[in-house]
C-alpha cells in the first residue's frame, strides 16, 4: 500500500488543521476515559474495601468517628497528622456478614470464619490464629460505612461528568473527521472528474463508461468510508490501546505484562487478513466494475438487443459476471467471518480466567487489591473494543484501498493540460502534408496523406469503410496526433497549439449527435456565456430550424433528456448542426452528417449550407455522394490513400472510383425509385 498510502495522505494532509484538532479532541477524550477505572479501584479500595483497614479508638464525636458499643472508632486513613491514637480493632468480613474484632495485627488474608464469639483466621500454611470477634448488625455496617458516603457520592458525581466530557469530545472529533472526510473525497471527485476532461479520447476508446462511472462513484465513496470509518477507528484504536496499556503498566507491572501480547497479536490478525483479502477485494472491485460497465451498455444498447432477440444470451453474460461477484463476496464474509470480533472475545475470556485464577492462587501478589483487579478487567474490556473496531474495519479497509489504487491509476493517466488561453480567428487554410497515421503499430491507417484545401472551401472525403475518412479529421482535431508528416493550419503545425486553441474555431457535426440533458437552447449554446439568446435563435434560423422548434410546448427552452431520446434523429441532427454554426468556426468538420437524415430535412440544411460555408473551410464526410457534387474538391480514399483528386465533374470524367461508386449509388437510387 506505499504509494497508495502516501498519495491517500497527501490528500488528508490538504485538511490538517481540522484533522489535527480532531485528534487532539480525541486525545482528551482517551485521557478522560480512562479516568473512569481510576475512579472505580478507588471507590472500590478506599470507599468500600478500605473498611476492613484497621480503625483506632478516638475521641467522642470526631469528625468521621464511628460509634459501637460505647466506645468511637476512626479509620487509620482518616487521622489527621499528629493525631492521637487509641488502640487498634477491626471490621472484616466472613461470608456475607460483617465482625468487630478487638484485636490488633490481625492478618489481612488467609480464610475466616466466626464460630462461639470468635474468628479464626487460617493461614495458608494451615496455621490458624484466634481473635475476640462480634458479629455486626445491618445498622451497626451501615454507620462503619457512613464516613465514606461523601467520598462516594463525590467519585460518583466525577464520574458521570467524565462521562458527559467524554461524549462531548467524542462527538465533536467524530463531527470534524466526518466532514473533513467527506470535503476530502469532494476534492477527490472533482479531481478525478476535472482528470478525465484531461485524457484524450483514445483512452474512452478502451475503457467501457460504465466502467469510468465506477471509478467516480463507487471507488470514491468506498475512499470515503476510509477515511470517515476505518481512519476514525484506527486512529482512535491506537491511541486507545496505547493509553490503556500505559494505564494497565501504572496499575501493576504484572498485569501490563499479561496484557502486552495482544498487540503481537493483533498485528499478525491483520496480516493474515490482508493477504487474502487484498486477493478478493481485486476481484470484487473489478466484477464490480465489469458489471457497471454491462448495465452501461445494455441500456444503451436496448433496442438492438430486443430487436435481435438477445436478452437470454445477455441475461447470461451478466448471470456469469454476477455469480463470480457473488462467489467472492461470499468469500469475503467468510473470511470476515473466521477473523471476526468473537475471536477477540475468545482471547479476552482466556485471559480473564487466566488472570481470576493468578489473582485467587495469589500469584500476582498482595499489590493486586479488588479495586486493581476490577480496574484491570474494566481497561481489558475497553481494550477490546477499540481492538474489536480495528478488526471490524479490516474489510472497508482492504476494499477502501483496491478503491484507492484504481482511482489513482486513473488519475495516473496522461492526460493533457486544459488550456483557458484564446487565439485569433484563424482563417482556415488547411494543409496535410506526407501524414502517415495508425492506431495500432505497424498498421498504418493512413498512408503519405497530402492535400490543401483554402479558406472557404468544401473538401469532401468519400471512400469505402476503414478508407481512412473518419481518422484524417480525427488528426485535425488532434483527438490523435500524427506520426509522420505535418498537418498545418494558415501555416502553423497544429501541434504548436494547445488543443483548447487548436478547437476553439472549430466546429463538427457527427453522424450520430450528441445532446446532453437540458434543453434545446443549451445544447446550442452549450450554455457558453459568449453566445447570446440571439446567436442561438440566430443559428437555429440559419439551418432552417427554428419554426419547427417553436412549435413544441415549450419552444427552444423544450427539456432535452439523455441523449435527446425524445426528439426524432432529423432534430437532434439539426440541433448539432446549429451548435456548430453558433460557435462561428473557421473550420466546419460534418462526419457523416446527413446520413441519417430525411430527405426533407436534408434539403433545408443543404439550403443553408450555401450560405453558411462562405468563409469557413468545410470537410464533410458523406456517403450520400449526390450531396457533395458542389464541393470545390473531392479526395476518394481507399485503404489509407488519395487515389483519386478532383471536382465532381472531373473525377466523373476519369471515370475511377469515384464513378464507379456514383453509379452505383445511381443505380441503386433508380431501382428504389
Do not use: C
Amino acid at each position: 500500500m506505499g504509494n497508495t498510502g502516501k498519495r491517500l495522505f497527501q490528500y488528508a494532509w490538504g485538511f490538517k488543521q481540522p484533522i489535527l484538532v480532531a485528534l487532539v479532541l480525541l486525545l482528551l477524550a482517551v485521557g478522560v476515559d480512562l479516568v473512569g477505572p481510576f475512579l472505580a479501584k478507588r471507590l472500590i479500595d478506599t470507599n468500600i474495601m478500605g473498611i476492613e483497614k484497621p480503625w483506632y479508638a478516638t475521641q467522642a464525636n470526631g469528625k468521621n468517628a464511628v460509634e459501637y458499643a460505647g466506645g468511637w472508632y476512626k479509620r487509620e486513613d482518616h487521622f489527621s497528622s499528629g493525631e492521637a491514637k487509641g488502640r487498634e480493632v477491626r471490621v472484616l468480613q466472613s461470608g456475607r456478614s460483617y465482625y468487630f474484632v478487638d484485636a490488633p495485627d490481625v492478618p489481612d488474608t488467609g480464610k475466616r470464619a466466626f464460630a462461639d464469639g470468635g474468628l479464626t483466621v487460617t493461614a495458608d500454611d494451615g496455621a490458624a490464629l484466634h481473635y475476640p470477634a462480634a458479629r455486626l448488625s445491618k445498622g451497626e455496617v451501615y454507620e462503619f460505612y457512613r464516613p465514606e458516603f461523601r467520598g462516594i457520592l463525590l467519585l460518583a458525581v466525577s464520574y458521570i461528568g467524565l462521562l458527559l466530557i467524554g461524549s462531548v469530545l467524542v462527538y465533536w472529533q467524530r463531527i470534524l473527521l466526518q466532514v473533513t472526510a467527506n470535503r476530502i473525497v469532494r476534492k477527490m471527485r472533482n479531481d478525478v472528474f476535472r482528470h478525465i476532461q484531461r485524457l484524450p479520447v483514445q483512452f474512452f476508446d478502451n475503457l467501457p463508461a460504465g466502467k469510468v462511472v465506477s471509478r467516480v462513484t463507487n471507488d470514491t465513496e468506498a475512499i470515503r468510508e476510509l477515511y470517515v470509518s476505518v481512519l476514525a477507528n484506527f486512529f482512535s484504536g491506537i491511541i486507545n490501546i496505547a493509553a490503556i496499556l500505559g494505564a494497565v503498566f501504572f496499575l501493576d507491572v504484572n498485569l501490563g505484562l499479561i496484557a502486552l501480547p495482544f498487540i503481537p497479536i493483533l498485528y499478525v490478525w491483520i496480516v493474515i487478513y490482508r493477504k487474502f483479502a487484498a486477493k478478493y477485494n481485486h476481484v470484487i472491485r473489478s466484477r464490480l466494475s465489469d458489471i457497471n460497465g454491462m448495465i452501461n451498455e445494455s441500456i444503451q444498447g436496448m433496442p438492438i438487443i430486443q430487436a435481435f432477440r438477445k436478452e437470454q444470451e445477455t441475461m447470461g453474460e451478466f448471470r456469469v459476471m454476477n455469480d463470480e461477484y457473488f462467489k467472492y463476496q461470499n468469500k469475503m464474509l467468510s473470511l470476515n467471518a473466521v477473523t471476526s470480533h468473537n475471536l477477540v472475545n475468545v482471547f479476552r475470556n482466556f485471559l480473564f480466567i487466566a488472570v481470576v485464577w493468578m489473582f485467587a492462587g495469589s500469584w500476582l501478589g498482595a499489590a493486586v487489591t479488588v479495586g486493581v483487579l476490577y480496574a484491570f478487567i474494566d481497561y481489558m474490556n475497553r481494550m477490546m473494543q477499540p481492538i474489536v473496531g480495528i478488526v471490524n474495519q479490516l474489510s472497508n479497509l482492504e476494499v477502501a484501498r483496491v478503491s484507492a489504487e484504481r482511482v489513482f491509476t486513473l488519475l495516473d493517466e496522461p492526460g493533457i493540460e486544459v488550456s483557458d488561453s484564446r487565439i485569433e480567428r484563424y482563417k482556415g487554410n488547411v494543409e496535410f502534408k506526407d501524414v502517415t497515421f495508425s492506431y495500432k503499430p505497424g498498421e498504418d491507417v493512413l498512408k503519405n496523406i497530402s492535400f490543401s484545401a483554402r479558406q472557404g472551401e468544401t473538401v469532401a472525403l468519400v471512400g469505402h469503410t476503414g478508407s481512412g475518412k473518419s481518422s484524417i479529421l480525427n488528426l485535425l482535431f488532434r483527438f490523435y496526433d500524427v506520426e509522420r508528416g505535418t498537418i498545418s493550419i494558415d501555416g502553423t503545425d497544429v501541434r504548436e497549439l494547445s488543443k483548447q486553441e487548436l478547437r476553439q474555431h472549430m466546429g463538427i457535426v457527427l453522424q450520430d449527435p450528441f445532446l446532453f440533458t437540458g434543453t434545446i437552447a443549451s445544447n446550442v449554446s452549450l450554455d457558453d456565456p459568449a453566445i447570446s439568446r440571439e446567436q442561438v435563435e440566430q443559428a437555429l434560423r440559419d439551418v432552417g430550424a427554428y419554426d419547427m422548434f417553436m412549435q413544441l410546448p415549450g419552444g427552444l427552452d423544450e427539456p432535452v433528456i439523455e441523449k435527446g431520446s425524445t426528439l426524432s434523429a432529423g432534430q437532434r441532427q439539426l440541433i448539432s448542426f446549429a451548435r456548430a454554426l453558433a460557435f462561428d468556426p473557421a473550420i466546419l468538420i460534418l462526419d457523416e452528417a446527413t446520413a441519417s437524415i430525411d430527405t426533407e430535412t436534408e434539403a433545408i440544411i443543404q439550403a443553408a449550407l450555401e450560405v453558411l460555408k462562405r468563409g469557413r473551410t468545410t470537410f464533410v464526410i458523406a456517403h450520400r455522394l449526390s450531396t457533395i457534387r458542389a464541393a470545390d474538391q473531392i479526395l476518394v480514399l481507399d485503404r489509407g490513400r488519395i487515389v483519386e483528386r478532383g471536382s465532381h465533374d472531373e473525377l466523373m470524367q476519369q471515370g475511377g472510383k469515384y464513378f464507379a461508386m456514383y453509379q452505383l449509388q445511381l443505380g441503386a437510387a433508380e431501382g428504389v425509385a
